[in-house]
């Protein structure tokens, strides 16, 4: 029976769900009213499976905690996002914030998720919105084309937008073809602390690869030049994967970074096509080979830590052996985060969301 109640209440889109939406909605504003305090929202969240995103969100909570602001964020997934957003307008205030989480959603590669942000943006047009820090890929044919002109006729129609890039590319294309946004140049919001384990080095070499759109033809030929050469050397070595088979509610978002991590902090070295394989290994302090994707993020986030040592970026197979062969020789070591370089450009994002979620 109770499990059948749980069923009804956390199935998306049912009768049940939806009024449990709509009645912590109420809640929520009738407490941030009686505060006279304006609501900092966390707005479409993700449920799915990615790590990547789950680690971004739970470091906005971090960041905002220090600010002493962690107690005014109202959090709303993506799934109750799209069943409360008709009335959601009823619910925030001018005065709210509204932070749409980070990652590499901006452009057509996952076209969805760009179709969300424009949603979100066009329905809050006097709200300040904050899109932490993104990278933005529109592919080069007639379709991507048209796309980035919607983009940029949706997000350059409102008073109040602010774009955190966290790569170059992103950075340039915002300051060229979106003039009316705010873009400010900072790092990818998972830097923003070690989450270093201190565990002993195990033997294990961990290959964190992708499989989808995102991976290159580079970046397969080097995982195949890698294995090679760990089988080669007798390495033992086994796949893992930023990415779950299940999805991942709030509650439970903690515990499955926290056992990820611990994975990855445990490995002898780690070999990653993936953005936050490699970031995770820079907050773990965990030795990382990475390789690039198809939109570039990967490199673009290595600028960001290429003043750590155990991080290598390798551009082909070739270079992803030489690193591996010298790993392999390599006696392991106590690796630390330095996330000093980083401060600077964190303070800046500090100034500009202290300046509007008053």
């Not at 905002?64 to 307008?89: H, V």
């Not at 760009?114 to 379709?143: C, G, L, V």
């Not at 990475?290 to 939109?295: G, R, Y």
Request: aromatic share 10%; net charge neutral.
């Amino acid at each position: 029976m109770i499990q059948t109640i749980k069923s009804l209440l956390y199935k998306p889109y049912s009768a049940l769900y939806r009024l449990a939406v709509m009645l912590r909605l109420l809640v929520r504003r009738l407490g941030a009213d009686v505060r006279r305090q304006p609501i900092i929202w966390f707005i479409a969240t993700p449920r799915h499976g990615n790590l990547g995103d789950h680690a971004i969100v739970e470091s906005q909570y971090a960041f905002f905690a220090d600010m002493g602001l962690s107690s005014r964020i109202a959090e709303l997934s993506r799934e109750e996002y799209l069943l409360a957003k008709e009335l959601l307008p009823r619910f925030i205030r001018p005065a709210d914030c509204i932070v749409i989480d980070g990652g590499g959603n901006i452009g057509t590669l996952w076209i969805e998720e760009e179709k969300k942000m424009r949603d979100i943006i066009s329905r809050f047009p006097h709200n300040p919105i904050f899109i932490f820090p993104q990278t933005a890929y529109f592919e080069d044919t007639e379709w991507g084309k048209a796309e980035l002109c919607e983009s940029v006729r949706v997000y350059s129609s409102h008073a109040d937008l602010t774009v955190f890039c966290r790569d170059t590319g992103t950075y340039d294309l915002f300051c060229r073809s979106f003039p009316k946004a705010r873009a400010l140049y900072v790092p990818d919001i998972v830097l923003y602390r070690s989450r270093e384990m201190h565990l002993p080095r195990g033997e294990q070499v961990l290959l964190c690869m992708r499989t989808d759109k995102e991976q290159t033809a580079e970046s397969r030929a080097a995982q195949d030049a890698v294995r090679a050469c760990l089988e080669t050397s007798g390495i033992a070595f086994d796949f893992c994967s930023t990415v779950t088979e299940y999805d991942i509610g709030k509650r439970a978002r903690a515990k499955e970074l926290q056992a990820f991590l611990k994975k990855l902090s445990g490995a002898r070295f780690v070999v990653t096509d993936r953005l936050h394989g490699m970031l995770f290994c820079a907050v773990t302090g965990t030795p990382c080979i990475a390789l690039d994707n198809v939109s570039r993020k990967v490199s673009g986030g290595y600028e960001w830590i290429r003043h750590l040592p155990y991080i290598r970026l390798c551009a082909d197979p070739a270079a992803a052996v030489q690193a591996t062969e010298e790993y392999i020789r390599q006696t392991p070591e106590e690796t630390t985060f330095d996330s000093a370089p980083l401060e600077p450009y964190f303070a800046e994002v500090r100034a500009l969301v202290a300046k509007k979620c008053r």
